[in-house]
C-alpha cells in the first residue's frame, strides 16, 4: 500500500513541506534500479547546506521511496542522472488523480515525477509542454509516449455509477489495491442492499482519505505500509515520511526465510484460491447439465410420435409422459423427425461425456486442494532455511504459477493418436494460436466465416495423416458459421504461417499461405 494513490495523497504535502523552495543539487546512480536526489538550498564549499535525501529503490520485486537523514555518494561507479535539472528550485510536490504518482514542480516548468507503477516504478523528466524527455528506466520503452496530462484520471465516482457498474467498486476506485479489496469483500460479506454497501464503501473511502494513523504491520509474512489497521500491527505512526522509511528498513531486514517463506506462502494461496474458483464454476456447470438434462427423454418422446410430426415442422406440440404432459421441442426443419431424434440422443451422449469429465476434473483439483492446504501447514512450522529449501524443492512448489491443462483450456480430441485442439471462443483462439501452437503444428479454420482456430499438434518425424487432417477439419466446420452446410471449405496451414498484426480483432489473424480441402461438417 505504499504505492498507493491514498498514502501518495498523505505524502506529497508532507514532502513538499520538506523540499519546497529547496533546489535539486545532484541526482545521482551507483547501484542498478536504485537513485538519490539531493535537495539544498544552497551548495556550500564542502558540502550542501540542510540537504534532504530522497532514496529510489525501483527494482521489478520491489519499488519504494525512503527518505535517509544522510548519504555518502561513492568515489567510483557513480553516474550523474537528470543534469538538465540541476541547480532548479522546487515550486511543490503534488499527488495524481487516481493515480499512483509523485510530481515535483520545478521553476523551469520542468516535472520530475516518480511514476510508482509496481514493477514497471520508474523517474520521468517531462518538460513545459508536458513531453516526456528523460527516464531513469530507459527499458520502459512505453514511458516515453506518456504526457503528464494523462497522469490525472478523473473519475464518477457516484451510487449512480456504482450502479451502472451493477454493484462493483472497482471499476470506481482501480487505485484501492488487493489489500483494501479484500478489506472491503470482508465488509461487505454482511451487507446486500445497494444503498448500505455504497455507505460501507464510502466510510472505508473516508479513512482512506483521512488516515488517523500509518501502519506497519505483517500481513502474509510481509511487511506492509498500510491506512488501514490490518494484520499483525508492528509500529503506528503521524508522519508518512517516518511511516515510509520505517518499512522500507522492515522490508530491507527481512531475513532470507521469512522472505521466501513469505513468498511461497501467498504462491501457495493464491493457487488454493485459483483451485477454489475453478471448482465453484465446474459445480454449476454440472449443476446446469444435470438440471438441463432432458436431451434423451426429448428423443424418446420424438421416436414414439414419429407419426404425428409434421414435415419441415422447426418446433412441435407432443405429449410428455414422463411428467403427463404437453411439451415443445424444437427440430431442424430440414431433417426428418428421426434424424432429429438421433440429434438429441447425440446431445445425451455428450452431456454424460462432459459431466463424467467435470467430476473426474473436479475430483483431481480437490485432491491438489487438499495437498496445497497441507504443504501451508508444514510450512508454518519451518524456521531453518536450508530445511525450507529442501522442502519446496522436495515438493515442487516453486511454480509461478498453477498453469490450467491445455484440456481444461480448450476442447481436446485424440485421433489415431494425435491430439486436437479447439478453440472456445474469439479471446480463447488468441491464447491457443499465439501461446500453444508453435510452427511446426498445423492450423485450421473454417474459411471466410468466424468460427474456432483447430490446432494438431506436431509429432517429432511424422507426418500428418490425412485422415488426422480430415477430422481436425470438420471439428473447425462443425465450430463455425458454416455447421449446417452440407460441405464446408477449410483452410489447413503450418502454424508458421499465421500472424497477428497489432489492432487486430480479438481472434483475427492473417494467413499467409494456404490450402483448402472440403469436409462435411462433424462434432466431437
Not at 268 to 287: A, D, G, H, S
Request: glycine residues 4%.
Amino acid at each position: 500500500m505504499h504505492q498507493n494513490f491514498y498514502f501518495l495523497r498523505q505524502l506529497a504535502p508532507r514532502l513538499h513541506s520538506e523540499i519546497q523552495g529547496k533546489r535539486l543539487m545532484e541526482a545521482f546512480s551507483q547501484e542498478k534500479d536504485e537513485i538519490i536526489l539531493v535537495f539544498a538550498e544552497a551548495r556550500g564549499k564542502l558540502n550542501f547546506y540542510k540537504p534532504f535525501f530522497i532514496k529510489a529503490s525501483l527494482r521489478p520485486d520491489f519499488a519504494c521511496l525512503s527518505f535517509p537523514d544522510q548519504f555518502d555518494r561513492a568515489r567510483r561507479n557513480s553516474v550523474d542522472l537528470f543534469t538538465m535539472l540541476y541547480d532548479q528550485q522546487v515550486l511543490g510536490v503534488k499527488s495524481y488523480l487516481n493515480e499512483r504518482a509523485l510530481g515535483m514542480e520545478l521553476e523551469g516548468g520542468d516535472t520530475l515525477v516518480f511514476k510508482l507503477f509496481g514493477n514497471r516504478s520508474n523517474i520521468i523528466h517531462f518538460d513545459a509542454s508536458g513531453q516526456a524527455i528523460d527516464l531513469f528506466n530507459n527499458k520502459l520503452v512505453a514511458d516515453q509516449q506518456l504526457q503528464l496530462s494523462q497522469l490525472t484520471r478523473p473519475l464518477e465516482q457516484s451510487f449512480e455509477a456504482y450502479l451502472m457498474h451493477d454493484c462493483r467498486h472497482e471499476p470506481l476506485y482501480p487505485t484501492f489495491g488487493k489489500e483494501i479489496n479484500n478489506y472491503l469483500k470482508e465488509q461487505l460479506s454482511v451487507v446486500t442492499e445497494p444503498a448500505q454497501r455504497w455507505a460501507t464503501i464510502q466510510t472505508v473511502v473516508n479513512q482512506l482519505e483521512n488516515p488517523a494513523n500509518f501502519y506497519l504491520t505483517i500481513l502474509d509474512h510481509a511487511p506492509l505500509l498500510s491506512l488501514l489497521p490490518l494484520g499483525e500491527i508492528k509500529g503506528t505512526y503521524e508522519d508518512p515520511l517516518e511511516a515510509l522509511n520505517r518499512y522500507y528498513y522492515a522490508h530491507v531486514r527481512l531475513s532470507n526465510v521469512e522472505h521466501e517463506k513469505g513468498e511461497i506462502v501467498r504462491l501457495l494461496r493464491k493457487r488454493i484460491q485459483q483451485t477454489e474458483r475453478y471448482l465453484e464454476n465446474n459445480f454449476q456447470k454440472l449443476i446446469e447439465r444435470e438440471e438441463g438434462g432432458k436431451n434423451e427423454e426429448m428423443g424418446h418422446i420424438l421416436m414414439a410420435n414419429l407419426h404425428q410430426i409434421p414435415e419441415r415442422a422447426e418446433r412441435v406440440e407432443l405429449h410428455d409422459f414422463y411428467r403427463d404432459q404437453p411439451i415443445w421441442i424444437k427440430l431442424k426443419k430440414d431433417i426428418s423427425p428421426q434424424k432429429n431424434a438421433e440429434l438429441y440422443y447425440r446431445k445425451a451422449r455428450n452431456e454424460k461425456i462432459e459431466i463424467a469429465k467435470l467430476q473426474e476434473s473436479s475430483e483431481a483439483r480437490e485432491q491438489e486442494m487438499q495437498q496445497l492446504r497441507t504443504h501451508l501447514e508444514a510450512l508454518e512450522g519451518i524456521e531453518q532455511l536450508r530445511e525450507l529449501r529442501s522442502y519446496i524443492k522436495k515438493h515442487g512448489l516453486k511454480q509461478t504459477t498453477n498453469a490450467p491443462l491445455q484440456g481444461e483450456l480448450f476442447k481436446k480430441v485424440e485421433y489415431q493418436g494425435y491430439t486436437i485442439l479447439v478453440g472456445r471462443n474469439a479471446k480463447n483462439n488468441d491464447l491457443l494460436t499465439r501461446q500453444y501452437a508453435y510452427k511446426e503444428d498445423l492450423w485450421l479454420h473454417a474459411r471466410d466465416v468466424s468460427g474456432s482456430h483447430v490446432v494438431i499438434k506436431y509429432q517429432a518425424g511424422k507426418k500428418f495423416p490425412a485422415p488426422v487432417i480430415e477430422r481436425a477439419a470438420q471439428l473447425a466446420a462443425w465450430y463455425s458459421k458454416r455447421r449446417t452446410d452440407s460441405l464446408c471449405p477449410v483452410i489447413v496451414t503450418p502454424k508458421k504461417f499465421i500472424r497477428k498484426p497489432k489492432g487486430l480483432a480479438e481472434g483475427a489473424v492473417i494467413v499467409d499461405k494456404e490450402e483448402v480441402v472440403l469436409v462435411e461438417p462433424r462434432g466431437e
